[in-house]
């Protein structure tokens, strides 16, 4: 077989694997440096991958009309039917044609990009509970290395080992593979790596492996949000060579990779944190960390008067470190309640949630990763999150018997922060309100043992569907209605992709959840048959939003088309509309043997942010929800008993 020649990337990072023939001392350097080494470069199908699809304007309103069908009474449905029809048959059309030409126009991205950045950006929330989820890891299996110290330095040289890779080149890229026995195989590899990317994305695509987006991953490092009065910024700082560590409320910065960039050694970076960990400064009274929980215009101006004050610099080493670690006094065991609060939010103390992503480690050695939401989504995170547990578990760095050198001097650089009086009230108040705002929230979870992924299979319904399916029992038991329920689904296997929205809550899951919340309920028989093909509904719904083809999107870029153009339409204005995007019930599930739980706040404040888990022997799920308005407890022991149903029903023969 004749190859093509290699493209400057494929050069790039085959000129680093050409070190591991050359001698023992090149091999132990590039198996230091990088977490992988991959044959196929990082981003080598990115100028391959496929465009997202603009939906065509009719299925849109058709997606939209059904999804609205089983919220609505029969008079707000025609109402809404009436708008929708008319916006598809008059200004929907000019809309939709703004929008495919301002695609043709970008076509070096995709329609949503540029639209779901300065959707986020322009968001005046503050950002923890509204918009930074966590993942939390498990915890390493051996307990001696889950000493905080030990932990972190592993869980830092890991991260620096991926972004190494990353940078490099040499980052295995994301592949999706149907059948993985087939297609992720070392002589495919090869094969894909040698080949021009057009020709290696329809060889993968042949096997039945689909390489995602990666344009996201760079922005895991070096990238800050920045607030501004109306719309923050994203920076980033690609020279950084420092991370920055909070201890106590307090700032530190050391350099993590020499001038030629490569990553100092493990005892060095271990040294450098016992010195934080040792340093007896009592916590900072005044911890400007909880600044970052404000309403953003707020924030902005107040962190203006920061650097005016003195605090230009220190702002800026922590904007472009590479990334954030905050080293935490409390010690949150096992419990996934404690556990939650802790590094979801905390008290705002010992956090800066504008960080593109936050690493942050008990005193017990747990350890969770916290990430704004704008600059990316939860693929990227998690390929990150399991990357750096796996490469922290199986190769760990240093060790509890690991020594360092007595009195070896530490380069760390203790961040001092200038404050007035007014500075200083506006950390107090900050606090206060921070305070007020986490009290109020309750996280609840359940663990239905027995029963999961392996059962449902038997009953050939979708896990994921039953998930659902049972959220959606579960609310109408407490509350007798239904509301607009949103599932995130990732559009990574586009270019520049990010989420589409899956509706669960259709007409199917409606009569289901009616017929098993009734006095007299059908015939177990009967049920079953109705799950089974409420199941068949919500795979489509997951097919058609995983391949661009949902409506929340296209409507979303639709709305922002008309308001470039100053275009009103009556689609928009409807009150239903405003309903249907404001999620009662919003859920998300990462599965993945590193996570041990994955949480965010609920979306509005009488809803439940739903995060759950399925495994082959069990479903899990953590919910967050404010008590002033809603009833955690309520909805768990719901839940609870609508899983205890549907298996029961499941299980009829």
């Known amino acids: 077989m004749v190859f093509p020649k290699t493209t400057p990337l494929q050069n790039q990072s085959r000129a680093i694997l050409k070190l591991l023939d050359k001698n023992l001392v090149n091999r132990e350097y590039v198996e230091y440096q990088f977490i992988q080494q991959s044959q196929i470069p990082t981003s080598h199908f990115q100028s391959a991958l496929p465009r997202l699809p603009i939906p065509e304007l009719k299925l849109t309103c058709e997606r939209y009309l059904a999804a609205q069908r089983p919220l609505l009474i029969d008079e707000s449905y025609k109402k809404t039917e009436a708008n929708v029809y008319r916006f598809r048959d008059g200004v929907g059309k000019q809309l939709q044609k703004f929008l495919k030409d301002y695609d043709n126009k970008n076509k070096h991205t995709s329609y949503i990009s540029e639209l779901w950045f300065d959707k986020y950006l322009r968001s005046r929330s503050p950002l923890p509970l509204n918009c930074n989820p966590v993942l939390v890891l498990n915890n390493d299996d051996k307990p001696e290395y889950n000493d905080q110290l030990i932990r972190t330095t592993n869980l830092i040289v890991s991260s620096l080992r991926f972004y190494r890779a990353l940078k490099s080149e040499l980052l295995h890229p994301e592949i999706f593979h149907l059948n993985p026995k087939k297609s992720d195989t070392e002589r495919l590899n090869l094969i894909l790596s040698k080949l021009p990317p057009k020709l290696a994305y329809v060889c993968a695509y042949f096997y039945k492996a689909f390489p995602l987006d990666m344009s996201q991953y760079p922005s895991l490092f070096q990238t800050t949000r920045i607030p501004e009065c109306d719309k923050d910024r994203l920076v980033n700082c690609p020279e950084s060579k420092h991370i920055t560590v909070q201890y106590k409320g307090r700032f530190y910065a050391f350099k993590v990779l020499t001038v030629s960039n490569d990553i100092v050694t493990p005892t060095q970076i271990m040294e450098n944190l016992k010195f934080i960990l040792s340093d007896n400064i009592e916590s900072d009274k005044f911890p400007i960390g909880v600044l970052t929980t404000l309403e953003r215009n707020k924030w902005a101006t107040i962190r203006h008067e920061l650097a005016e004050n003195g605090n230009d610099a220190l702002l800026k080493t922590i904007d472009s470190a590479l990334f954030h670690v905050c080293l935490d006094e409390e010690t949150v065991g096992d419990d996934p309640y404690k556990m939650t609060k802790q590094f979801l939010h905390a008290d705002g103390a010992n956090r800066w949630f504008d960080k593109s992503f936050s690493l942050i480690v008990a005193k017990d050695g747990a350890a969770a990763v916290n990430f704004e939401h704008a600059w990316g989504d939860g693929v990227a995170v998690l390929r990150y999150a399991q990357d750096i547990f796996n490469d922290a578990k199986n190769k760990p760095r240093v060790h509890p018997n690991t020594t360092l050198t007595e009195g070896s001097s530490c380069q760390v650089q203790r961040l001092e922060v200038q404050l007035n009086e007014h500075l200083k009230k506006c950390v107090e108040d900050a606090k206060n309100l921070y305070k007020s705002v986490c009290d109020n929230l309750d996280v609840n979870y359940t663990i239905f043992e027995g029963i999961g992924k392996d059962t449902c299979k038997k009953s050939q319904v979708s896990p994921d569907a039953i998930m659902q399916l049972a959220f959606q029992v579960a609310y109408h038991k407490i509350t007798g209605s239904f509301v607009s329920t949103y599932e995130s689904c990732s559009t990574a296997?586009?270019?520049?992709?990010?989420?589409?929205?899956?509706?669960?809550?259709?007409?199917?899951?409606?009569?289901?959840?009616?017929?098993?919340?009734?006095?007299?309920?059908?015939?177990?028989?009967?049920?079953?048959?109705?799950?089974?093909?409420?199941?068949?509904?919500?795979?489509?719904?997951?097919?058609?939003?995983?391949?661009?083809?949902?409506?929340?999107?296209?409507?979303?870029?639709l709305k922002s088309m008309g308001e470039r153009n100053d275009i009103k339409s009556n689609i928009f204005d409807d009150p239903e509309f405003s309903h249907m995007g404001y999620d009662i019930l919003s859920t998300s599930t990462l599965n993945s043997p590193a996570i041990f739980a994955g949480g965010f706040g609920p979306v509005v404040p009488e809803g439940f942010g739903l995060g759950y888990v399925i495994k082959d022997e069990f479903l899990g799920t953590l919910a967050t929800n404010y008590k002033d308005r809603t009833n955690g407890p309520d909805f768990m022991a719901a839940l609870t008993k609508s899983f205890e149903e549907i298996f029961a029903i499941l299980r009829t023969n």
């Open 493 to 557: 296997a586009f270019k520049h992709g990010r989420t589409e929205a899956i509706r669960p809550c259709t007409t199917a899951t409606k009569e289901v959840t009616l017929a098993i919340n009734a006095l007299n309920k059908p015939p177990a028989a009967e049920l079953k048959k109705m799950i089974q093909e409420c199941s068949t509904i919500h795979n489509r719904l997951i097919k058609e939003a995983a391949m661009g083809q949902g409506f929340d999107r296209h409507l979303f870029a």
